[in-house]
């Protein structure tokens, strides 16, 4: 049984930074691909950035630059570092995990989903 358990949300000021964890167990992250999405209310869960396992990292065009995405194998955890926020990161922000080494920006491409952490960004 694959879970995914993600953290480190909160609220947060504009240009203020936060780091997302995603511990997983039943599936090691150095072996798949690895994803975060969001989602604001009102709105469809988007892409924010995967991990492939042989290290490839990609971004959507609203965070580049902003955040990244890390995995620590020993601790089979995988990381959203996010800065300089804006008001419009605000979302619930989902891990996940795909059954191959990788991915795209497709949500229906990953089989397992963590249950969302808040994070909120005040103006």
């Known amino acids: 049984q694959v879970q995914l358990v993600e953290s480190g949300g909160g609220l947060v000021q504009a240009g203020g930074s936060l780091r997302l964890s995603c511990a997983a167990s039943?599936?090691?992250?150095?072996?798949?691909?690895m994803g975060w999405f969001r989602q604001a209310p009102g709105k469809e869960r988007e892409f924010v950035a995967t991990?492939?396992?042989?290290?490839?990292?990609y971004y959507a065009d609203s965070v580049k630059g902003r955040f990244t995405i890390s995995r620590d194998i020993a601790n089979n955890t995988v990381y959203l570092q996010m800065n300089s926020l804006k008001p419009e990161d605000t979302a619930v922000y989902y891990c996940?995990?795909?059954?191959?080494?990788?991915?795209?920006?497709?949500?229906?491409?990953?089989?397992?989903w963590g249950q969302g952490t808040q994070v909120t960004v005040s103006s």
């Open positions: 996940a995990s795909a059954p191959r080494s990788y991915s795209s920006s497709s949500a229906g491409e990953y089989d397992y």
């Open positions: 039943g599936r090691t992250v150095s072996s798949y691909a």
């Open positions: 991990n492939w396992s042989g290290g490839r990292t």
